[in-house]
Each structure stands twice: as structure tokens, then as C-alpha cells.
């Protein structure tokens, strides 16, 4: 990122009117009065009257530099597990009877925001996320921003679109997982209009310029409008990406509605229809749901998720979720301002094989220490019994534990 630094120089000349002659000059009378009226003032009063005489007749201040502010969040964690068998990423860990398996992901966002007038601005963005403990970091974008009114905003650059995100705590980073839509990354325009979101550019994935020979040939088209009702939001979203070649396109579109229900907490809803290769017969639509409640009872809070996708038995769109349906219930008890006792209790189906037999049982309690608003830990312990009949010989119980750290600043 440039800082640039200006510097302006001025010079003023002022003429008092003069009377002249032959090298002679006479002051006009009401200068000669103010000069008598100055030195009849004490010394202090002289010097505060030629402070601001001087400030006055000084020229126009040059403008304050960019205001720059920087924001970012990191958060690490570690977890091991014993005779593992996860179908979801092709885990079978179920005949090690003597190992401890475990594995680390770690996360660390930074973003820069430079203020250089009150219309026009820029923020840009690095990140390392990833799996193991050194994650190497990556440009996520910048963009400018000119703003022509309260609420009212014109950007251009890289802009990041993704739609009904999760609140359940496995599913909740939307690049990699979402109800409504995963993390589509663009280079264009965005148009901000109180509520509205339009966005139209390239398209900078992995996938865009690999689906033609040609080279990067994708573009995107992402429209969202954010109505408030009260205390309740509705998002209705639409996008539609295509790549420039045959059959090569999809689209997504559903609604999200944040619900608050008064004193006793906040629901979320949200419905996802996603569907690739609009042209062709196949693949299939596919509708995801989920309802996610969060409900304050004094000392007990208790969150949950309710999630289900529809599929097509032989060719469904990518649901963009691992499975086609869970539910997960954790009742949380406040021990004391700072320690919260959660008890997860959760049925996942492991599959988006809609026809196999593959559910699991899990049964976790979960520790929180809330050091401040924005700086956390919690550890967990959990219980996995596979239900299905279609895993073989390797449906023993499973254990898992980890612990997580998250800051943000």
C-alpha cells in the first residue's frame, strides 16, 4: 500500500493603502488609531490579538492527510481424535486401536482502510487460512469507493459475494460451505444503494479461467437487497455466473431473513436454490433450508440448526454443504461472567447420498472463557457413535477433542 504526502506552499502579499511622497508616507487615520489602541493594551492582549490577526490572514490550511485504519482477526486451533471415521472427507481411522490422530487450522485476516477525503476512499485485504499451523498469506483484494451520499455508494475492484451463511459452528466459514450461496470472488463494479448491492465483473476463482481453453473467460452477476421490517432484516439475492462456454454457467438465488423475537432472541431462515448448467437436463436442482434459532432464557442460552437439502438421487447440483441434512441443539449455562458450559448434542447424515446409511450421533460438552468482547478460548470433548448400517466393521465409537483461540482487533 502507497501513502502519498502533499505539500503546498502559498504566499500572500498585503499593500496598506499609503499616502507617499518623495520617500515620505503618512498611515491613514484609522490606521494610526489601532496602533494606538494596540499599545494601550496590556503585553499579553497585544500578543493574543497578533496570534489571531496572524491566523486570520494566513491561508487556507492545507488539507489533513489519508486517515488510515487497520482491523483484523486471528484465531488457531488444535484437535486430535482416536479411531476416527468421518465419510464426509473419506476418514477411516476406525482399526487404529494404539494412535491418536490430530490436526491443526489456523486463520489470520488483516484489513486496511485509507480514508482520503469524505468522498472517496479504499480498503484492501490479506489473509492466510488454511490447514497446518503456518498458512501462507494471499492478497484477498482491494477496491475504491467513492461515496455520493449517505447511504449511497459506487466501488470498483475485487469484491467477494456469498450468501446465507451458517451460524452452526463446523459450517460457518462460507468459503467452504453455505446455505445459500459459497464465496464467489469478482473483479468489477459494485453499486451500494441503501440496501441494494449490484455487482457485475470477472470473475477470480481457481475454476474461472480453467473452464475454457481460451483463458479467464467467467463473469459474475450478483444482485442483493437487504430490507429492514423493524428489527427484522429480509435478503432476497440473486447471481448468476456463466463462463463463456457450453453450458457452462450457473445460478443461485434464494432469500435469508434474520427474525427478532423480542426479549427471548433472534432466528435465522434461509432457503437456497442452486443450479448449474442451466441449458442442460442435468444436473438436477437442488434446494437447501435451515433454521437456526438463538433463544436467551437469563442464565441459559440455547442455539441450534435445523438443516436439510433436497437432492436429486443420481445428479444433484453441489449442495455446497457436505451433507444433506443435520441437527444440532446446544443448551449454554453461564457459570460466571467469564466461563459458559455448552452440552452439543447432534445427528448428522455424512453423506449427500441421500439413499445411503450413514448417520452419527454426537455427544460433546464444550467449554467458553470469554477474556473480552473480542478475545475467547473454549475446548471441547465429544462422543461420535456411527448409526449406519453401511458402515461395515468400522462403526465402533470415536472420540474428538480440541481447543480454539480467537482475537480480533
Not at 493594551?41 to 486570520?56: L, V, Y
Not at 450468501?163 to 464465496?183: K, L, S, V
Amino acid at each position: 500500500m502507497t501513502k502519498t504526502f502533499g505539500l503546498i506552499l502559498a504566499s500572500a502579499f498585503v499593500a496598506a493603502p499609503l499616502f507617499a511622497q518623495d520617500g515620505y508616507y503618512e498611515e491613514e487615520p484609522a490606521a494610526q488609531e489601532e496602533v494606538q489602541q494596540q499599545e494601550s493594551q496590556p503585553a499579553e492582549a497585544q500578543q493574543a490579538a497578533t496570534a489571531a490577526a496572524t491566523e486570520a490572514s494566513a491561508p487556507a490550511a492545507a488539507s489533513e492527510g489519508p486517515k488510515f485504519s487497520i482491523a483484523g482477526e486471528v484465531e488457531f486451533e488444535a484437535n486430535t481424535d482416536y479411531k476416527k471415521v468421518d465419510p464426509r472427507d473419506e476418514t477411516n481411522n476406525n482399526a487404529e486401536e494404539n494412535k491418536w490422530f490430530h490436526d491443526y487450522t489456523s486463520t489470520f485476516n488483516l484489513v486496511f482502510n485509507v480514508q482520503f477525503t469524505d468522498k472517496w476512499s479504499a480498503e484492501a485485504a490479506i489473509s492466510a487460512d488454511g490447514d497446518g499451523t503456518a498458512p501462507g498469506f494471499a492478497y484477498d483484494g482491494a477496491f475504491i469507493q467513492y461515496q455520493l451520499s449517505e447511504g449511497f455508494a459506487i466501488k470498483a475492484g475485487d469484491f467477494t459475494y456469498a450468501e446465507g451463511a451458517f451460524r452452526y459452528y463446523d459450517y460457518d466459514d462460507p468459503g467452504d460451505y453455505a446455505i445459500g450461496m459459497t464465496e464467489r470472488n469478482t473483479r468489477g463494479l459494485e453499486l451500494d444503494a441503501h440496501g441494494l448491492v449490484v455487482g457485475l465483473g470477472w470473475g477470480r476463482d481457481d475454476d474461472d479461467c480453467t473452464a475454457s481453453d481460451a483463458g479467464c473467460t467467467s463473469y459474475d452477476f450478483h444482485v442483493a437487497y437487504e430490507l429492514g421490517l423493524g428489527n427484522h432484516t429480509i435478503r432476497p439475492y440473486f447471481n448468476y455466473k456463466s463462463y463463456q462456454v457450453e453450458s457452462g454457467n450457473s445460478l443461485r438465488l434464494g432469500v435469508t431473513a434474520n427474525l427478532a423475537l423480542g426479549s427471548i432472541g433472534t432466528l435465522q431462515l434461509v432457503y437456497g436454490l442452486k443450479s448449474d448448467a442451466l441449458t442442460e437436463d442435468t444436473p438436477k436442482m437442488t434446494h437447501a433450508l435451515a433454521a437456526e434459532p438463538e433463544l436467551n432464557f437469563g442464565k441459559v442460552v440455547l442455539k441450534a440448526t435445523v438443516f436439510k437439502a433436497f437432492l436429486d438421487d443420481e445428479n444433484p447440483t453441489n449442495p455446497e454443504v457436505p451433507e444433506h441434512m443435520f441437527l444440532y441443539v446446544e443448551p449454554v449455562f453461564a457459570l460466571s461472567e467469564n466461563l459458559n458450559l455448552g452440552a452439543q448434542v447432534e445427528y448428522h447424515s455424512m453423506t449427500t447420498n441421500t439413499d445411503a446409511e450413514l448417520g452419527q450421533f454426537w455427544l460433546a460438552p464444550k467449554a467458553y472463557y470469554t477474556v473480552s468482547d473480542n478475545f475467547g478460548f473454549d475446548g471441547y470433548f465429544r462422543i461420535c457413535v456411527p448409526m449406519g448400517d453401511d458402515y461395515g466393521d468400522s462403526d465402533d465409537m470415536y472420540l474428538v477433542a480440541g481447543a480454539s483461540v480467537a482475537m480480533s482487533f
